[in-house]
């Protein structure tokens, strides 16, 4: 049952019995009671008083009695100015919980056998490179991306994970090259490390040795009459290093058979690198594009669109769109040389998607330092003819800084995301052993539990912020039993369950009428809020919405359970609904988490 639509109905009566007024459902708005006031639900009744000419207390008054009479979940009513604060009877409480436990899916919308007229989203995150491995800003990209497709799930959508992996290109060749010439034949097996570290190793010391050539080069350049910052770009075109880099780029563009070998077998070793990190973050995809599949199709839309004079050609042979008419500048689609620059491929990318999927709408999750890209390739693609291609949502994050500042890929100071999981995994578990939540356990389960843990305490400190906004990661702060953690919400769900296992038989709601107190109403009242907390979140594309409800409805249930017992309450009756309200705080919390990404242990 539920109590708002049963009151805004019984609301929609009375204002039409009252005063002849027929009211829309936008003027029947319930919210939640504020705390200084007595009663658990309040209607806003200024949107009446017109047709009621009178003064709103009156109103209220008129409407108040109105629903104490003819509204069974109403048990009484106060006026305060023209909000009308309607108290619940314990009785509707009681029916409310009563759905909710039956409700296995409590919340959400999962979807229906029958998926005729379903919407299908397509959710694009990670994105990674294949020179480098993961490193903290993927995992804020990949735990956002991944929740994001629960919440869209859980509000009916058909959801479609896909992950685009920038596989060619000048950085990729610099890697290469690297290998080439200091690798020796080094290979993961060889060296002990996974692939993805392995190659970007000499990402790191390709820049190296290359920024020693460009600082000798620009030296030689200064002493011939250049002035400082001219001879340092010079050095930047001419080192030799670069210079190799560019003719790799244009072999392997030609199809050189060594260069591509070598280019397959590198990337093997860096994808293999990347799933092991892919399921220890506990993400996946249904789809993985690769550019170097897409980028010429990206190049034969873009002639396609300059046959039919979407696009303009200069006199040096490179390809534009102008978009001055949209408010913006020129952007450039093909250089002079004819190759593609990262919008080309995003428009091949889209159109090997639109050939795979019959795709309502798309979803990128791409840092804020995009937003004009974003903005760019949708007017282009809606130019091109896709459906939803003006319709497309650039989901826009800020960055991840730590404590001591940005990171930097080249220079070999990022944060790498297998480092940071196991520095996390670690933590959880040193923390856990001194605060005496290990004991009684074999060393299996406590792994197994920091590992819980750790990554919740990770997922959990990232998700909780507004997506939109920048960060600072704390490790130190995100692994804490209290506050707003991760680790705070799963030691609640761990001892509920803890509770539930003492209790010797499976606790039904008693028959027979039950006096509720104050905290056991609002834990009801706020475990309903669920199902508006994951809709909220679907249209705001906001996990932090998720993450501070569970926090939320944690909070409430510590309250109640810190004022009452649950299995020492000499009153059967009342102990088994208290036991039913605890196992639906699990199912919530459990839910919700999930929603995160983050996995509930059963015992901590």
Request: glycine share 8%.
């Amino acid at each position: 049952m539920n109590i708002e639509a049963l009151i805004s109905k019984a609301a929609g009566e009375a204002v039409k019995a009252l005063y002849g007024m027929d009211a829309t459902a936008k003027m029947l708005q319930l919210q939640k009671t504020r705390s200084e006031f007595e009663g658990n639900l309040t209607l806003v009744v200024f949107p009446f008083v017109k047709a009621a000419r009178k003064s709103p207390e009156q109103t209220a008054q008129e409407i108040g009695e109105y629903l104490a009479s003819n509204c069974t979940a109403v048990e009484k009513f106060n006026v305060v100015k023209g909000f009308l604060n309607l108290s619940i009877g314990d009785g509707a409480w009681m029916e409310l919980l009563k759905a909710i436990d039956e409700d296995s899916h409590f919340g959400t919308h999962p979807l229906p056998l029958d998926r005729d007229g379903e919407k299908l989203v397509m959710i694009e995150y990670s994105s990674p490179n294949t020179n480098k491995p993961l490193h903290l800003g993927h995992v804020r990209n990949n735990l956002l991306g991944w929740s994001l497709a629960q919440i869209m799930e859980a509000n009916g959508y058909r959801v479609v994970k896909t992950n685009i992996v920038n596989d060619r290109g000048i950085h990729i060749c610099k890697s290469m090259l690297a290998w080439l010439k200091w690798g020796n034949g080094e290979t993961p097996e060889s060296s002990g490390k996974k692939g993805d570290h392995l190659i970007g190793d000499y990402y790191v010391a390709f820049d190296k040795h290359y920024r020693e050539e460009v600082k000798e080069l620009a030296a030689k350049f200064a002493l011939s009459g250049l002035p400082a910052e001219k001879a340092e770009e010079k050095a930047k075109q001419e080192a030799p290093l670069i210079k190799e880099a560019h003719e790799m780029l244009v072999k392997w563009e030609q199809g050189d058979t060594e260069v591509r070998a070598l280019w397959e077998k590198m990337n093997s070793w860096v994808y293999a690198g990347f799933d092991e990190t892919y399921k220890k973050m506990g993400v996946g995809f249904d789809k993985i594009y690769y550019e170097s599949q897409t980028y010429l199709k990206g190049k034969a839309k873009v002639e396609e669109g300059l046959a039919k004079g979407l696009f303009e050609r200069h006199d040096d042979g490179s390809v534009w769109a102008d978009l001055t008419n949209e408010g913006l500048d020129q952007k450039l689609l093909l250089r002079s040389d004819g190759t593609s620059v990262y919008m080309t491929q995003d428009i091949g990318t889209a159109e090997m998607r639109y050939e795979d999927y019959p795709i309502d709408k798309m979803i990128y999750v791409v840092g804020n330092e995009q937003n004009y890209h974003f903005q760019v390739l949708s007017i282009l693609l809606d130019r091109l003819g896709f459906k939803w291609g003006k319709e497309l949502t650039h989901f826009s994050y800020g960055m991840v800084e730590l404590p001591n500042g940005k990171m930097k890929s080249r220079e070999g100071t990022v944060v790498d995301a297998d480092d940071l999981m196991e520095l996390m995994v670690e933590d959880a578990y040193k923390t856990s052993m001194e605060l005496g939540k290990f004991d009684d356990m074999t060393e299996e389960e406590r792994r197994e539990i920091a590992r819980i843990v750790g990554m919740g305490a990770l997922k959990y400190f990232i998700l909780k912020v507004d997506a939109r906004k920048n960060m600072l990661f704390n490790p130190e702060e995100s692994i804490d039993f209290n506050g707003n953690t991760g680790p705070f919400i799963q030691y609640t769900y761990a001892r509920i369950r803890s509770i539930l296992r003492k209790s010797p038989t499976q606790p039904t709601l008693p028959t027979q009428p039950t006096v509720l107190s104050d905290k056991e109403v609002e834990l009801i009242q706020k475990m309903n809020e669920f199902g508006a907390a994951v809709e909220q979140a679907g249209k705001d594309y906001s996990p932090s919405g998720i993450a501070n409800y569970c926090y939320e409805l944690t909070k409430v249930f510590n309250q109640f359970y810190h004022d009452y017992s649950i299995l020492n309450e000499p009153d059967e009756n009342i102990k088994a609904m208290r036991l039913v309200l605890a196992r639906n705080v699990a199912k919530i919390i459990k839910a919700g988490m999930s929603l995160l990404g983050i996995e509930v242990p059963e015992r901590m």
